[in-house]
């Protein structure tokens, strides 16, 4: 390889790492609920759990979770940290997909595959979050790799030692392929790849295609060996295996039944996600935004025609029928187009343009061919810096689904030496730990905020009040300061007692400082007086008795940990207790404190 193709090499790889570590911590702006599970699987790996297959949520194969698990150990559990591994696994397919395109097609479709790999969107946005589905990229790759260095080898005569390189080559293609589908569900159609094209080789190869057959039969017999004990469980327990969760497979299910349209129609803006459309889920992509530009556009659909034309050549048929099948997950599934079942494409979408690129650099070189070519690279450069790192993070489903105002908030007291505490106003499915797709708001803050000298508190407090005895802050994510009369903590506590405001930018919340409690005292004492529902001091104990009795019939049935209703019972027994002594509304005042752990977090 000559020298200048070894520093545009080294250049792509040290600018695919700074666009994959920049901002590391503010974009994504927060953590999604899909990373939240993520690193609470990985953490059970690193912790010493082992498992081929992870039942939480809706399921997950679980090759990359032992990757990360090294990230945990050596690194922590930050969020730079947690998503290391992302930008590691889209270094390693950078670098493979590019020995692939070098091995199949020359230096240009390489190094034009490793500068689309660096640049675009959608491998940048899956280079910089915590996903298992990451994983399938490299793997795939490998395998693909290993099949043509056997090819390759397998041209010489098969008692030679580069013959038997190829035997072996063929086996790692299959561990590799084995290994994918260990890596994501999406992964499942690779081997049909390696099927297809032992059927294109049959039919266009008669004269070769036993020399072919035995290294795909190989690569094939040793990925079904790897793929056993992954399918014997699934086969074992198929309620984990949960493939129709929000009816994504409805387009399959219609298919079976007879009914076309839906896969048309899903097939269709499969297709068109790399020129007309984009995934409609905003979690990876701006919506809207497709993946290649016009200009990106048109040289894909030049180098699909390119090899489409040259199908007779092996390597040009492999990547076309990788590409498509690569998208039969995608089509066969919805929303679509979907940037995440589609990952397989990875491996050779970006060969294409450069096979382009590569056929109009043989007819015609010059300072205006590469001029244009390096105002395309810096474009598209330009286009992806400015739409994920300033257009993405701000749109505002972003900042909802990736929980953008409790990261700030996190941000903030992580910075701010005030050890007061920190109560947390989250809607209620950040708080019931039985909504089946939501992580509590807990889960989150052990990531985003490293902070053990800073009591925390999580409520609604739409419908629910938290009062600290003393000093603290009340934070109310994803609001600005002139919204918070909304909400009842403020309006009636907070406001009158002169808070101290930290206004966060781009309304991503507010926190205030305060002391209420003695503005708590004359409102439980007048509350008491105006309730329909008064202690009597000559009824006793028994007048609160009934409160008691609905607070341990709640032990016995609430999903509420035995911790938090445990030391409730406790108040309740100090509180009719006090009553027996005639201590009156004071006692009702150090009952009513929740800095103790009444309200705390629930572990």
């Known amino acids: 390889m000559s020298r200048p193709e070894w520093v545009a090499v080294i250049a792509l ?85 590019w020995a692939l395109a070098r091995r199949l097609f020359g230096p240009i479709v390489a190094l034009s595959a490793l500068a689309g790999f660096a640049i675009v969107f959608w491998p940048l946005a899956f280079g910089r979050i915590i996903s298992h589905t990451i994983m399938e990229v490299p793997v795939a790759a490998l395998s693909a790799y290993f099949f043509w260095r056997a090819v390759g080898a397998s041209r010489r005569r098969a008692h030679t030692a580069s013959g038997r390189r190829a035997w072996r080559m063929w086996a790692f293609s299959g561990v590799w392929l084995g290994l994918s589908i260990y890596a994501y569900t999406a992964a499942r159609i690779l081997p049909i790849i390696f099927l297809a094209f032992g059927a294109y080789v049959w039919i266009t190869r008669r004269a070769e295609w036993r020399r072919w057959w035995k290294g795909i039969a190989l690569t094939l017999a040793v990925a079904a060996v790897i793929a056993v004990p992954l399918a014997a469980y699934l086969a ?77 050549r092996p390597e040009y048929a492999f990547v076309v029928l990788w590409f498509f099948l690569s998208l039969v997950p995608g089509m066969l599934s919805e929303p679509a187009p979907n940037s995440t079942r589609t990952l397989g494409a990875q491996v050779v979408v970006f060969m294409f343009p450069g096979i382009a690129i590569a056929a109009l650099l043989s007819r015609r070189r010059g300072a205006i061919v590469y001029v244009g070519l390096a105002a395309l690279f810096i474009g598209n ?25 409790l990261k700030a908030i996190a941000d903030r007291v992580q910075a701010d030496p005030d050890t007061s505490p920190v109560v947390l106003c989250l809607p209620d499915e950040m708080i019931d730990e039985r909504k089946p797709w939501w992580k509590p708001g807990w889960q989150h803050m052990r990531y985003l905020l490293h902070r053990p000298d800073v009591p925390l508190r999580y409520y609604n407090c739409v419908d629910a009040m938290v009062f600290i005895d003393g000093p603290a802050r009340y934070a109310i994510p994803d609001t600005g300061a002139d919204a918070l009369d909304r909400f009842p903590i403020y309006a009636q506590f907070l406001a009158t007692a002169d808070p101290t405001l930290v206004t966060l930018p781009e309304r991503l919340g507010v926190i205030a400082r305060a002391d209420i409690s003695t503005e708590l005292d004359p409102y439980l004492v007048e509350q008491a007086g105006n309730s329909s529902v008064a202690w009597a001091p000559e009824a006793g104990a028994e007048a609160l008795e009934p409160i008691v009795s609905k607070a341990r019939e709640a032990k016995e049935s609430s999903n509420v940990s035995d911790r938090v209703l445990e030391r409730l019972a406790r108040d309740l027994d100090d509180l009719l207790e006090a009553i027996e002594e005639d201590e009156g509304p004071d006692v009702i005042r150090r009952a009513s404190d929740a800095v103790d752990g009444s309200c705390g977090q629930v572990n």
């Open 381 to 405: 450069l330009a286009w992806t810096a400015h739409d994920y790192f300033t257009v993405w993070p701000a749109i505002d489903a972003v900042r909802y689904w990736h929980n953008a105002g």
């Open 13 to 97: 790889l040290l600018l695919a790492f700074a666009l994959r570590t920049i901002d590391l911590t503010r974009v994504p702006p927060g953590l999604h609920n899909d990373e939240v599970i993520e690193t609470n699987i990985a953490e059970t790996v690193a912790g010493g759990r082992w498992a081929i297959f992870f039942p939480e949520d809706t399921g997950s194969e679980g090759l990359h979770y032992y990757f990360a698990a090294l990230f945990i150990r050596l690194f922590g559990d930050t969020v730079y940290a947690l998503r290391l591994p992302a930008m590691a696994l889209s270094l390693i397919s950078m670098c493979v997909v």
């Open 236 to 312: 074992q327990h198929p309620e984990v295996d949960d493939l129709d969760f929000f009816e994504i497979d409805r387009p399959l299910v219609e298919l079976q039944q007879g009914n076309f349209a839906p896969v048309i129609r899903t097939t269709l803006d499969t297709l068109g996600m790399f020129a007309f459309t984009s995934d409609p889920l905003p979690y990876y992509t701006v919506p809207g935004r497709p993946v290649f530009e016009p200009v990106g556009a048109l040289l894909l659909a030049l180098g699909l025609l390119t090899g489409l034309r040259r199908w007779r």
